[in-house]
């Protein structure tokens, strides 16, 4: 078409009334006229902008950590006392490394990875899904996560709560619309939940009562921890006051409040059951091939009753922040961790087959790296489970 129209006004037609036939405007004419000048029509480049490639390479990860790698170990040992990225390509060639990047490249991961002498800010490069919980990162053990959406009434003043639950790979949801969450509903809808799509290595829950127990009790663990130790599945509570923990969950509760709650007018509990039921089916099958790469669940095991009265085995992990003298709370105790490990993140296990409580460094910057700080024995008390 831009040809034609620059042939037109060549022609010796007016640029309107080849504007109105074209259906185009004054000034795109004017650019064409302009880009064409005294050219042949065959020599005129119609292109509006330089060739880009579409498709942009990245150096994979296990490279860069190489680089990143023999930049350490050339500033260490480096007899010249070179490691810049010319150094560092060097190194690579002479060990022999197949497909060694440019010097361009190795610049730009050292300074994207922030490896260079200057102070820039450092970008790194967020922990895996799960990073507390070396199972969980590592894709080996799935985890659930649920927590509680309070405060919602219906018109005519119907109060509403909703459990909420996701996995963290493979994506499966779960909600359960009621006038009010227990621990009794809470552990009815898990095992509702679990029988149907199998069990997860670990479920992570907040500090509510309801899924932890009462707090005004030393070495009180409720109704929804015994369930899940009683199935084979680790409990794990996340730290008070702490933002990322439950990020998957929350996620869901905004998204659930959003689609499902904000977007219909509902005047009965059982409309808003309906349509929340809805989204859940439609989001499972949005997310289905999601679930194929997800760690493989447990089988629910048949014939299984929940005795609440029965020994407690299994572990139990509590995701906590030291005090200013290094210590930390759980179950009602204070223990010491490390005096150099203040206002720091720790994951306690509580070990109630081994009966001892071990507490592992938590750093996000090295979320692979955990090493074990102080180990305390613990013998959980047998009495009548009350609740």
């Known amino acids: 078409m831009r040809k034609a129209i620059v042939q037109a006004v060549r022609r010796g037609e007016s640029i309107r009334k080849v504007a109105r036939r074209f259906r185009v405007g004054l000034a795109t004419i004017q650019l064409w006229l302009h880009r064409a000048g005294r050219k042949r029509i065959e020599r005129v480049d119609w292109n509006d902008r330089a060739p880009v490639a579409h498709l942009v390479g990245r150096t994979d990860k296990a490279m860069e950590d190489q680089i990143l790698r023999v930049r350490r170990e050339l500033k260490g040992v480096s007899a010249l006392g070179e490691y810049g990225d010319l150094a560092i390509r060097r190194e690579l060639l002479q060990q022999g490394i197949a497909d060694v990047p440019s010097l361009s490249t190795i610049a730009r991961i050292l300074r994207r990875r922030g490896a260079l ?110 369930m899940c130790l009683s199935l084979g599945v680790i409990p794990v509570f996340a730290p008070p006051r702490e933002t990322g923990f439950q990020a998957a969950i929350e996620s869901l509760n905004a998204r659930w409040q959003t689609k499902v709650w904000a977007r219909f007018h509902y005047d009965s509990l059982a409309a808003l059951k309906t349509q929340s039921d809805r989204y859940v089916a439609a989001h499972r099958a949005r997310s289905s091939s999601r679930g194929d790469g997800a760690p493989a669940r447990g089988s629910f095991p048949k014939r299984w009753e929940l005795n609440l009265q029965a020994p407690l085995r299994g572990k139990i992990i509590f995701l906590r922040r030291t005090t200013e003298h290094g210590e930390a709370t759980l179950l009602g105790h204070t223990l010491e961790v490390d005096p150099n490990w203040p206002h720091r993140l720790v994951r306690a296990e509580v070990d109630l087959d081994a009966e001892k409580i071990s507490f592992y460094a938590l750093r996000r910057r090295a979320p692979s790296e955990q090493p074990l700080l102080a180990t305390h024995q613990y013998k959980f008390p047998m009495r009548r489970f009350q609740g």
């Open 117 to 226: 002498d200057g102070r820039r800010r450092i970008r790194r490069p967020p922990p895996p899904l799960g990073w507390y919980l070396p199972t969980v990162a590592d894709v080996i053990a799935e985890l659930d996560s649920f927590d509680v959406v309070e405060g919602l009434v219906i018109e005519g003043g119907t109060h509403v709560e909703i459990l909420n639950g996701i996995s963290i790979h493979g994506g499966l949801i779960g909600s359960w619309v009621t006038t009010g969450v227990t621990a009794k509903l809470a552990t009815e809808a898990l095992i509702e939940h679990w029988s149907m799509f199998g069990l997860p290595g670990y479920a992570q829950f907040d500090n509510d009562t309801r899924f932890q127990g009462a707090h005004q009790f030393k070495d009180s663990i409720g109704r929804v921890a015994r």
